[in-house]
Nanobody, 124 residues
């Protein structure tokens, strides 16, 4: 079975930083792209970042470019999202997901498995 477990969320003041982690199991981790999505109350789940299976390719939502960095450690089956310069608009539940493909993708339907989510709250 495939399992994904997010951690690292919490409450932070505007301008602060958090690092989210997602530990995976049950797949050939290095074969597949990984993604981060977020969902705020009353809004659809939104693409945030993706990284290719080998780690050389990345893609980001325009509003987080320069502030967020996605990375992966294939030896540890873990993907990370470093979030800097946070603002209240970043408040959401953040989810990690495993893609069906090796290349980066922003399409929710291209991701086969999802974690349970971790709450990020940014105060003003």
């Amino acid at each position: 079975q495939v399992q994904l477990v997010e951690s690292g969320g919490g409450l932070v003041q505007a301008g602060g930083s958090l690092r989210l982690s997602c530990l995976t199991s049950g797949r050939a981790f290095s074969t597949y792209a990984m993604g981060w999505f977020r969902q705020a109350p009353g809004k659809e789940r939104q693409f945030v970042a993706s990284i290719s299976g080998g780690g050389s390719g990345t893609a980001y939502l325009d509003s987080v470019k320069g502030r967020f960095t996605i990375s992966r450690d294939n030896a540890k089956n873990t993907v990370y999202l470093q979030m800097n310069s946070l603002n209240p608009g970043d408040t959401a539940v953040y989810y990690c997901a495993t893609s069906r493909f090796a290349s980066t993708t922003s399409r929710r339907g291209d991701y086969a498995y999802w974690g349970q989510g971790t709450q990020v709250t940014v105060s003003s």
